[in-house]
């Protein structure tokens, strides 16, 4: 995948961001859940991983809707913040795990074909790219992979269009969209891990 602007941070680098108590998530902005439920047909009870769910308002807000939902994200800090900020016992349908994918092999244990969606939210180009094999295997055969990310700006982490086209290569349909009017945020809509075929 080229076009990626790698910013890639080791879990010592999140461990620190996270342990500053004044860290606070990324905002969700105007509109965006709505957004993402009309582009993806996210529904009550489909099983969604959310991955790099640093503090979990993203993860937590998928919960709320009556998902499925698991976050991961490498650092422990990040971790034990997100159950503390979202407990899950409020959510019930909400789990939070410690998970380096770019290290570890736990997300491996997911049994191929058992996710409904996958998130990465703001997250994509600081991952290894051999993600989204991997994503393709957990996701079902309808499964929808939906990437956030910024386009322009001044921002540590975005994509560049030429990444966007790479991303969307081999699925059975890419599609993206505005999250912002100003257009410096997209949401991407990719569905059918396994092309046409």
Do not use: N
């Amino acid at each position: 995948m080229t076009g990626l602007r790698s910013a890639h941070r080791s879990r010592d680098y999140w461990d620190e961001v996270y342990a500053d108590h004044t860290s606070t998530p990324a905002p969700l902005l105007p509109g965006e859940r709505h957004l993402f439920a009309d582009r993806t047909g996210a529904a009550p009870g489909q099983t969604v991983v959310d991955i790099g769910c640093g503090l979990g308002l993203w993860t937590a807000t998928l919960a709320a809707s009556g998902m499925l939902a698991t976050g991961y994200d490498c650092s422990p800090v990040a971790v034990a913040r997100a159950r503390e900020l979202h407990p899950p016992a409020r959510y019930g349908r909400l789990a939070f795990e410690v998970c380096d994918i770019d290290v570890d092999q736990d997300l491996a244990a997911l049994r191929p074909g058992s996710v409904d969606l996958v998130t990465l939210r703001h997250v994509l180009p600081l991952l290894d790219p051999r993600i989204i094999t991997d994503i393709r295997r957990w996701l079902r055969p309808d499964g929808v992979l939906h990437v956030t990310t910024r386009v322009s700006g001044s921002y540590l982490v975005q994509m560049t269009a030429e990444a966007i086209r790479g991303v969307g290569s081999g699925w059975r349909s890419a599609t993206h969209y505005r999250v912002t009017q100003d257009s410096s945020t997209l949401g991407i809509v990719l569905q059918g891990p396994r092309g046409t075929t």
